[in-house]
């Protein structure tokens, strides 16, 4: 029977947790090495540079997602400020999504390196607004249109609806074509 002697290390003791047979004079030193190194690598399948291209890959996702969050905040206080010169911009951006025109300026320059999500809540919510009003706007100018063609159509018939009949019942078909809605006809 194997006598064990003391461990005097932490790597002679995990020798003797592998195997009492592999500190045995028969034993090759050659072979304990071995050992240890198949053990070793049954547990760990995955290699020291596997690991850091797996951290390096979640850090360059984390990377790719910080530079699309700066290309969103940039173009949305583009967006927000319209026509004009960078300072007129910044000046409209920050008033639409009432933010201080320092953090707005910083946001349009790809200053900010992490956008905090309060920031980027208050512009996206003015991106929201600025796309409804642009969007009411545009139903307002369709009805306007749509009763300038209206009312043209009715002067032309007016005239003489032989002459301009056509082009009446041409203007009456855009009109019914470019679907008035109900709410507009009311009278607003």
Known sequence: ??????????????????????????????????????????????????????????????MY????IQDEMASAVKLLGGEGSAKEQINKAARAARLPIT?????????????PADLADAVREAVERHNEESLNRAKHELFIAQSRNALLAAQLREIDPDLYGQEADRLG?????????????GGD
């Open 103 to 115: 953090v707005v300026e910083r946001l349009r320059w790809r200053k900010i390196k992490r956008v």
């Open 173 to 185: 078909q855009l009109h019914a074509g470019a679907g008035c809605t109900s709410d507009h006809q």
């Open 65 to 68: 997602r910080v530079e699309a």
């Open 1 to 62: 029977m194997l006598k064990r002697r003391p461990a005097h290390s932490s790597f002679l003791s995990f020798l003797f947790q592998l195997s009492p047979s592999a500190l045995s004079p028969e034993f090759p030193a050659q072979s304990l090495c071995s050992t240890v190194t198949n053990v070793a690598s049954e547990k760990f399948q995955m290699t020291e540079k596997q690991r850091r291209d797996r951290e390096i890959s979640r850090r360059e996702a984390e």
